[in-house]
């Protein structure tokens, strides 16, 4: 099975700043990777897939990248309704592991 | 547009069965691939299950041989048979396909 970590594990930051999450696997899982975006009590939300490609409707402050075992997420610039909670999701091999996400509030 | 709609979810005792559902609109479930995840109290996102249009279905290890997943093409529905339910199993259920994302059943297993 593929493991996912993250780190930080919770993060505080300002509006405006560039905020930077990582995500790391197991083993070599190509791009076959996912952001999600998840607000307390409601259903997480897909916000890249392919390690690097934009959901449609998704503000491009928000971007990814990586490939093999090492990804990145970054938003540009905080906006207030990006706080919450961000995973990744590998898809390359069964199970399709999340990692264990990152808190994300305001400093 | 794409909807997905849970039910089911309840209280059960410790070794009990519950049926979770995923009634999609939209698209049809038999020509894709559906998965189960689940978030316990407090807890991150746990991927459970899938089936996929071919018929064939896999689970994470700590529900294999308890959970069954299956399709009823004509209610355009995917199900959860969740058998021998362990406290370990109370979470939000969500059916996921593609991007989209139902708004959760919660499933409590408690005596």
């Known amino acids: 099975d593929t493991q996912m970590t993250q780190s930080p594990s919770s993060l505080s930051a300002s509006l405006g700043d560039r905020v930077t999450i990582t995500c790391q696997a197991s083993q070599d899982i190509s791009i076959y990777l996912n952001w999600y975006h998840q607000k307390e009590g409601k259903a997480p939300k897909l916000l890249i897939y392919d390690a690097s490609t934009l959901e449609a409707g998704v503000p491009s402050r928000f971007s990814g990248s990586g490939s093999g075992t090492d990804f990145t997420f970054t938003i540009s610039s905080l906006q207030p309704e990006d706080l919450g909670t961000y995973y990744c999701?590998?898809?390359?091999?069964?199970?399709?592991?999340f990692g264990p996400g990152t808190k994300l509030d305001l400093k | 547009e794409v909807l997905l709609v849970e039910s089911g979810g309840a209280l059960v005792q410790p070794g009990g069965s519950l049926r979770v559902s995923c009634a999609a609109a939209g698209f049809n479930v038999s020509d894709n691939y559906i998965n189960w995840v689940r978030q316990a109290p407090g807890k991150g996102l746990e991927w459970v299950s899938v089936?996929?249009?071919?018929?064939?279905?896999y689970y994470t290890d700590s529900v294999k041989g308890r959970f069954t997943i299956s399709r009823d093409d004509s209610k355009n529905t995917v199900h959860l048979e969740m058998n021998s339910l362990r406290s370990e199993d109370t979470a939000v259920y969500f059916c996921?396909?593609?991007?989209?994302w139902g708004q959760g059943t919660l499933v409590t297993v408690s005596s």
């Open positions: 089936a996929y249009a071919d018929g064939n279905a």
């Open positions: 996921v396909r593609g991007s989209g």
């Open positions: 999701q590998q898809y390359d091999n069964l199970p399709y592991s």
